[in-house]
């Protein structure tokens, strides 16, 4: 079966520091990976995703960037962070080359940037 | 733009009582797949329910069934026998099955209370 890990779960940095959450599936090749960001109380936001290796679609202008070094590894970075960067992160999959299918999501980052 | 929309920020029900959950959307395609994804305290993302744009038959998943109403771009989500374990946050989504990009639009949620 198919199963995604996300980490850190949380993560406490100071303004101006960089950031790296990385996110893996396993069980599945080639699937369509994503970064969403959820504010307090607020819906997702789709970041960034990707349908393959080095191929990454950038949804929101800012400081952060995405990388996919491998087929089944997500990386979330960022060079020097802002407070408005805090939030709950998430990563998700989907089937490759599928459409209609459901994501599946880790269990998230807790971000907080002081 | 596709959008979704969720008009209710908060609910509440009383347990083994029955809730619905509206959604609607904006779309010009016809062919597309819809979800609602549960988040519970612990944050952890759940599949729902999923509906296919073009079956006409509701979709249901044991006490979670959905009113799909192609027409009116509606997809609302009725929870019968009200548990405490349902109290979450909901989300509707939509997925684009035409525009090749694999992209999900979520609405901004609505936030559930199963009262004892």
């Known amino acids: 079966s198919q199963t995604i890990h996300q980490w850190p779960a949380t993560l406490v940095q100071p303004v101006g520091s960089p950031l790296s959450l990385e996110c893996t599936v396993e069980?599945?090749?080639?699937?369509?990976l994503y970064w969403y960001r959820q504010a307090a109380g607020r819906g997702l936001q789709l970041l960034f995703y990707?349908?393959?290796?080095?191929?990454i679609s950038s949804e929101v202008p800012q400081n952060l960037s995405a990388s996919r070094p491998q087929d089944r590894q997500f990386i979330l970075s960022s060079k020097k962070l802002l407070l408005s960067d805090s939030g709950f992160y998430l990563c998700a999959w989907s089937l490759g080359g599928r459409v209609g299918q459901p994501q599946h999501f880790g269990d998230g980052t807790r971000l907080s940037i002081l | 733009a596709q959008t979704v929309t969720q008009s209710q920020p908060e609910m509440s029900v009383q347990e083994a009582e029955t809730v619905t959950l509206s959604c609607t959307y904006d779309?010009?395609?016809?062919?597309?797949?819809l979800f609602w994804y549960k988040q519970p305290p612990s944050r952890q993302m759940i599949l729902v329910i999923r509906?296919?744009?073009?079956?006409?038959q509701n979709a249901t998943e044991n006490r979670f069934s959905v009113n799909f109403q192609k027409a009116a771009k509606s997809f609302s989500l009725k929870i019968s026998d009200s548990q405490l374990g349902d109290t979450a946050m909901y989300f509707c989504?939509?997925?684009?099955?035409?525009?090749?990009?694999?992209?999900?639009?979520f609405g901004t949620g609505t936030r559930l209370k199963v009262l004892a």
């Open positions: 069980g599945t090749s080639n699937p369509n």
């Open positions: 989504a939509f997925h684009d099955a035409t525009s090749g990009t694999y992209k999900y639009i």
């Open positions: 990707s349908v393959g290796i080095g191929q």
């Open positions: 509906q296919e744009a073009y079956k006409q």
């Open positions: 779309t010009s395609e016809s062919n597309y797949y």
